[in-house]
């Protein structure tokens, strides 16, 4: 009994030194495809990640103005500051949205858009100068930038520097190319304002009138911008950069209608459903 003892011990020891090995070998493996796992993911994410946004590159405008009148050199300053912020926070927006948005997005949501601050911003400042010297000419032709793409853009394809510009909400998906405003430009169609109107106070009727002729030249505008962007953007292009907006101005210009008659009559309500516009391809 004194001799079998040892060997059942020994048994024991054997047994559970085997379990242990098999429970270790089981952790080095487990480990070893977490470690693997992970590597796997970190180097994906690495992939979808690793492609720099770019910059956007525009032309000085500092070198191309005239002698600067004292009566204008702070408003002038201003202004070129201004132009430089204005880069900036494109390059910020370029890099907070890499990936988002179709084949043309920098390029319809950044950097055209930019052209359009860029071409307001200049204008003042041409302005400024003009007041008490010779106005200069041609400073629009600096207002446009180009993209400077270190990588891949929306979703890994290249941005278009011959996109026009856009306002996509959201990072507009749909805009994966050249696939949507190509055919007829279309025309908005919008709804008329002036046959849902009460009567006109006297004091109102300039004022009235005056928006409504707005409301008209918005119009034009928006159907002109159909035609002059033919062929660009995605397929969500004309709703997004040109209805859209479109909508978003006639909210602001028939709300100063109904304010206006409102100041010494009963103010119109549900005007603004009037507002939205549609698309006749």
């Keep these: 009994m004194s001799r079998a003892l040892p060997k059942y011990n020994k048994r024991r020891v054997a047994i559970i030194g085997g379990v242990a090995a098999v429970a270790l070998s089981g952790a080095v493996i487990a480990g070893s495809a977490l470690a ?14 690793k492609a720099s946004p770019g910059t956007v590159n525009c032309p000085a405008v500092a070198p191309s103005l005239p002698a600067i009148p004292a009566s204008a050199k702070a408003e002038v300053d201003r202004n070129l500051a201004l132009l430089d912020t204005q880069i900036a926070e494109a390059n910020k927006r370029l890099v907070d949205t890499v990936g988002q948005g179709g084949a043309n997005f920098a390029q319809n949501a950044i950097v055209g858009p930019l052209k359009d601050k860029r071409v307001a ?34 979703g890994g394809a290249a941005a278009s520097p011959s996109a026009s510009p856009t306002q996509q909400a959201g990072g507009n998906t749909g805009n994966t190319g050249n696939t949507g405003n190509t055919n007829a430009a279309g025309t908005v169609n919008c709804p008329a304002i002036a046959p849902s109107l009460p009567a006109i106070p006297a004091s109102a009727k300039a004022e009235v009138d005056r928006n409504l002729a707005l409301l008209d030249t918005q119009i034009a505008e928006a159907n002109k911008r159909l035609v002059d962007t033919v062929g660009q953007g995605g397929p969500n292009f004309a709703q997004n950069a040109i209805v859209g907006p479109l909508k978003d101005k006639r909210v602001a210009t028939i709300n100063r209608i109904a304010t206006a008659i409102g100041r010494t009559a009963a103010k119109p309500q549900g005007l603004d459903s009037l507002a939205a516009c549609t698309l006749n391809k």
């Design 36 to 49: 693997g796992e992970t590597s796997k993911n970190t180097n994906s994410q690495a992939a979808r990640t």
């Design 121 to 154: 911003t200049i204008n003042r400042i041409a302005t400024a100068i003009g007041r008490t010297a010779a106005k200069p000419q041609g400073l629009d032709s600096l207002a446009a930038c180009t993209l400077n793409a270190g990588g891949a853009a929306g």
